[in-house]
């Protein structure tokens, strides 16, 4: 069995067991708690894609998400089209952002921190432009309305939702399982790791790193979408916050960069945490960034390579090998 | 028959330092040659502006007749010239065999095809028995093999080596002589940056000395340990007159 078709076989394995599980589990709680991690994952997972397999560590990875929200919302509020189109439209959309921030800040080389602090800034001046001009409904936000049925991407409860966040979890996993397998997976790593010998062996660092960012912003406005068919509603705050970029990055970083299920490792062992402090210090504003600070931090010393490092160094004690 | 790689009149200054100055080569291909010359002297200046890591401020830079004066790294790995580096840059978090096939996706897509390509590559410069461990992991000699296995994958028609002797203890120097010398017999051209003397004697059929950013001899190893210049460059100058005294 090739490495790549044991991922995949994972990958089947995991759709399955969580749409299993999706089926059997009947209290909201339970589904909303579900939909939310796979929610959170997939925003990790799109934050992986750059972050982890590219070096390249975005702080305003929401300036994505909030992009494929506004499209989801305008495409049909304003041009009344249906959700189910409006979806690829805002990852084509948040794509493209992607590739045009990245296609300025890599032609002049920025790396690390003024790469950081530079999508940062896009996505406040992002924040900004949506609190100003009209068709994002400015400061008031846009609200769709609720018409419940398949066809508006509106379900009863929230098990249709987490099907829908499962089906762009798999498909990110399915994406991730590319980038660990292919051509482009092994440039981009190797951009990661080195850029100036990456270039001595042919590789262009700059077409790479474009891929990866406009694929990254492409899941990273379906998770915006999807969070403008679950909440109905949107304002700049929400979409271009920098809650949402903190949640990102968190989750891959727990979890494990450059890995397969790192994000999802993370944004689960997050949302647990923030569960279990909400019922420990109720309604506390803001207490589940306290808690995501911290365990960044906590984990950035004692476990850089994150939850997915930690489980492959145990599972190598389990085989007796150093 | 035409060079393999051409330098007319390459110059390039950092500021008022004139690193390289006026410098004029032409490596015959098929050729396994030498640049050598003391600390500083801007060896490593001269791969830059070959491989286009650098751009020079002026002279042109030919590759097998075609100008590439100015053009991007990745641009002159694609069209055969691949350089190592002094400093050895692994894919650290990669392990040998991925690090190796990065070099080889260069011409083949298909990432199956380039894992086994990496272990073809391996097996030519000793790392067959590594090709599962990290590369962080490996020691300064590995890397080294390491670093010659990546650009070999990319199928080079010459091959830019900085100091891959440095470093190594007389062993390892010994064993990687003749896997150099393989590289060249297997049709590839080599220049070759090395400190190494007994290296250079071994293997160059012809070598260049760069001094204070110009090139001030070339010829064989032997004309070469026996010229005043180069005497003069790496032992001061009035050495080879004071040496002169002392024999007589």
């Not at chain 1, 708690?33 to 934050?47: D, R």
């Not at chain 1, 931090?297 to 476990?303: E, L, N, Q, R």
């Not at chain 2, 070598?207 to 204070?212: P, R």
Request: with cysteine; glycine share 12%; aromatic share 8%.
């Amino acid at each position: 069995m090739t490495p790549a078709s044991k991922d995949l076989l994972r990958i089947a394995i995991f759709a399955c067991g969580v749409a299993l599980l999706l089926q059997v589990l009947n209290s909201g709680v339970a589904l909303n708690f579900v939909m939310m991690a796979l929610y959170a994952a997939l925003l990790a997972q799109a934050w992986n894609i750059l972050g982890g397999f590219g070096g390249q560590f975005s702080f305003g990875h929401a300036l994505f998400f909030g992009t494929g929200a506004y499209v989801q919302a305008i495409a049909q509020l304003q041009w009344g089209w249906s959700p189910w189109l409006a979806l690829p439209m805002g990852v084509a959309v948040s794509a493209a952002v992607g590739g045009w921030v990245g296609a300025l800040s890599f032609r002049y080389g920025l790396k690390g921190s003024y790469f950081a602090l530079v999508t940062l800034a896009f996505a406040e001046v992002f924040r900004i432009m949506a609190t100003t001009v009209p068709f994002t409904g400015a400061g008031v936000g846009l609200m769709v309305p609720l018409r419940e049925g398949f066809a508006n991407m509106q379900f009863g409860s929230r098990r249709g939702y987490a099907m829908l966040a499962l089906g762009l979890v798999v498909l990110a996993l399915l994406v991730t399982c590319w980038l660990r397998h292919s051509r482009f997976g092994a440039w981009l790593q190797a951009v990661r790791d080195n850029e100036d010998a990456a270039r001595a062996i042919g590789v262009n660092p700059f077409r790479v790193k474009l891929g990866a960012i406009a694929l990254s912003g492409g899941f990273m406005g379906a998770a915006g979408a999807f969070y403008v068919q679950v909440f109905q509603y949107i304002d700049p705050g929400i979409a271009y916050g920098a809650h949402t970029s903190v949640e990102a990055l968190v989750g891959a970083i727990v979890g494990g960069m450059g890995t397969l299920w790192g994000p999802i490792m993370g944004a689960l062992a997050l949302h647990v945490l923030a569960d279990l402090t909400r019922n420990l210090f109720g309604q506390l504003p803001g207490i589940n960034m306290v808690i995501y600070g911290t365990v960044l931090i906590m984990m950035v010393m004692f476990a850089p390579r994150g939850l997915a490092g930690v489980g492959q160094s145990v599972r190598q004690l389990w085989k007796g090998r150093p | 028959m035409t060079p393999m790689l051409q330098l007319q009149d390459v110059s390039r200054s950092f500021g008022g330092l004139k690193a390289v100055q006026g410098v004029s080569l032409s490596v015959p291909a098929g050729s396994l040659t030498a640049l050598i010359g003391p600390n500083g002297a801007g060896k490593t200046t001269l791969f830059a502006l070959m491989s286009g890591f650098l751009k020079s401020d002026s002279g042109t830079v030919v590759l097998d007749g075609r100008d590439i004066t100015g053009q991007a790294p990745e641009l002159n790995a694609r069209a055969g010239m691949a350089r190592t580096f002094q400093i050895v840059q692994p894919f650290a978090a990669q392990t040998v065999r991925e690090n190796i096939a990065v070099g080889a996706h260069l011409h083949e897509p298909r990432r199956a095809l380039a894992l086994l390509a990496a272990e073809a590559v391996a097996a030519r410069v000793g790392l067959t028995g590594l090709l599962d461990k990290p590369a962080g992991d490996l020691t300064v000699a590995g890397r080294k093999r390491l670093e010659l296995a990546r650009t070999l994958a990319t199928q080079p028609r010459l091959l830019l080596l900085d100091e891959v002797l440095a470093g190594l203890n007389p062993q390892e120097i010994g064993e990687m002589i003749p896997v150099v010398r393989g590289i060249a017999d297997s049709g590839i051209t080599v220049l070759m940056i090395e400190h190494v003397m007994q290296a250079v004697m071994n293997l160059a059929a012809h070598v260049w000395v760069l001094a204070q950013g110009q090139l001030i001899a070339q010829g064989t190893p032997a004309e070469i340990t026996t010229n005043e210049a180069v005497v003069e460059a790496y032992l001061g100058h009035g050495t080879a007159a004071r040496l002169r005294k002392a024999a007589a």
